[in-house]
């Protein structure tokens, strides 16, 4: 018997407006401005453990790793800032919100962005009214892996694992909730595709679909 959700914002809830592969030279400037060599920009899956590489190559030849985490970490808080302005509500993210409430769920949006651009995509979806709690990047720390944000979810909501369920559209999110116990929901409205989300319980076309399920 499950009792709680927890929902990831971009490309989940509300659509997904950055580009973080067009942002990523921005960032390569910076790494190379603190004199991280260019045949050491290979970038992983995760910008979060591409940063914590970039800053073991710095702290290995003598240079400021701390700092660029710092300036990295900046940037990107200001783009993710600017592009939630031009967020808008996916379509039937309100009205199965609303059917989870109804159902008595407990509900917790999860985003990586920081806060203040995760709550201008909530209050432009209109959507604040039905999280029980939100959790952004900066109520963890910044380099914390995601299972770091489900867990404070849980521990706020009172609620135990095996009776939540995890809906994403990124493969990290259904991979941290199955590690967690919890069961997974991949949606196919942002960046994950079928093949990226098959470790999840089920595979939806968006979150209005999830209506169907409970």
Request: proline share 1%.
């Amino acid at each position: 018997m499950y009792d709680t959700f927890i929902i990831d914002l971009d490309g989940t809830l509300v659509t997904h407006e950055m580009d973080f592969l067009a942002h990523r030279t921005v960032l390569e400037q910076i790494l190379i401005g603190y004199g991280l060599p260019r045949d050491k920009l290979n970038w992983d899956k995760s910008f979060i453990s591409s940063f914590d590489k970039f800053k073991k190559e710095l702290d290995c030849i003598g240079l400021d790793g701390e700092g660029v985490i710092e300036e990295l970490i900046e940037s990107i808080r200001r783009y993710e800032t600017e592009r939630a302005h031009f967020t808008r509500e996916m379509e039937g993210a309100g009205k199965a919100l609303a059917y989870l409430r109804s159902k008595g769920y407990k509900i917790a949006i999860v985003t990586r962005n920081n806060k203040e651009a995760a709550d201008i995509s909530i209050d432009n979806a209109g959507l604040r009214k039905y999280a029980d709690t939100i959790i952004t990047r900066d109520d963890v720390s910044a380099m914390a892996p995601k299972s770091a944000q489900f867990d404070l979810a849980l521990k706020l909501l009172g609620s135990l694992p095996e009776r939540t369920v995890v809906v994403g559209d990124y493969s990290h999110e259904i991979d941290a909730g199955n590690a967690m116990g919890c069961m997974t929901i991949g949606v196919l409205s942002g960046s994950g595709s079928r093949d990226s989300l098959k470790g999840a319980s089920i595979v939806i076309d968006s979150i209005k679909d999830i209506i169907y399920y409970f």
